[in-house]
């Protein structure tokens, strides 16, 4: 019969097999995902599933180094496990980016102090607003007035037409609806300007810098067939 030690090596190989299996699994096709990368192709969740591949890369590169024949050693020795373009990856793409790049934030934050910025101006004009908000209910004395946003109008203040007695002079009307009106005011309207331009901006830079990081990616094209 086979001696013990032989017993528990079969074991240990199968046990090594199943590992690799399972780490092999979180692998996607790389070729395919490279191959849309370099027509300029692949989107952010394309992008998301390259950089899970290669953080599997070490994993498997170290439990190749444990296999018995010689061949798949020499192999693993020669792997490139990629981490500085998985790194790159990271730093740049935000946990669980969306399908598509307009479909909002792809860039991780702390990637680009100019993406930050503009985040945080947009961030800051949003609290503004809601502190206009507690600012014109107490000025005017109604406490159901409210700052709104639509497609169509942007954002606005609306009364109901119970209140109207107690609008200021300096509140500009933009709509009457059955039930109220709506009105504008200065300070409204450059915060409006605030939020509106920041987010035209974030768009066009976040869609610079995801190419941007594309283009980095397709630079390793080589590297990355090799591997695979």
């Not at 199968?14 to 027509?39: H, I, K, N, W």
């Not at 991780?108 to 014109?136: N, Y």
């Not at 109207?164 to 509140?171: D, H, S």
């Amino acid at each position: 019969g086979m001696t013990e030690q032989a017993v528990e090596d079969l074991h240990e190989e199968g046990r090594l097999r199943a590992t690799l299996r399972s780490r092999l699994g979180e692998v996607q096709d790389l070729e395919r995902l490279m191959s849309r990368v370099s027509l300029g192709a692949a989107h952010p969740k394309d992008l998301a599933a390259l950089r899970q591949s290669l953080q599997a890369l070490p994993a498997i590169q170290s439990l190749l180094v444990q296999a018995a024949a010689p061949l798949i050693r020499r192999m693993a020795d020669a792997l490139d496990d990629l981490q500085d373009l998985h790194r790159l990856l990271d730093a740049a793409l935000v946990d669980e980016p969306p399908h598509l790049l307009r479909e909002g934030s792809v860039i991780r934050e702390g990637h680009s102090p100019e993406l930050d910025a503009l985040r945080s101006i947009k961030q800051d004009a949003r609290r503004w607003i809601v502190d206009l908000e507690a600012r014109e209910r107490e000025r005017t004395g109604i406490p159901t007035l409210r700052v709104r946003y639509n497609r169509v109008f942007g954002y606005y203040l609306e009364a109901t037409k119970a209140r109207l007695g107690k609008i200021p002079a300096e509140y500009q009307r933009k709509q009457t609806l059955t039930g109220g009106e709506r009105f504008t005011t200065a300070e409204l309207r450059e915060l409006e300007e605030k939020i509106l331009h920041a987010e035209e901006r974030i768009q066009d830079l976040e869609q610079r810098l995801f190419v941007q990081l594309r283009e980095a990616v397709a630079k390793e094209l080589r590297r990355v067939l090799q591997t695979a």
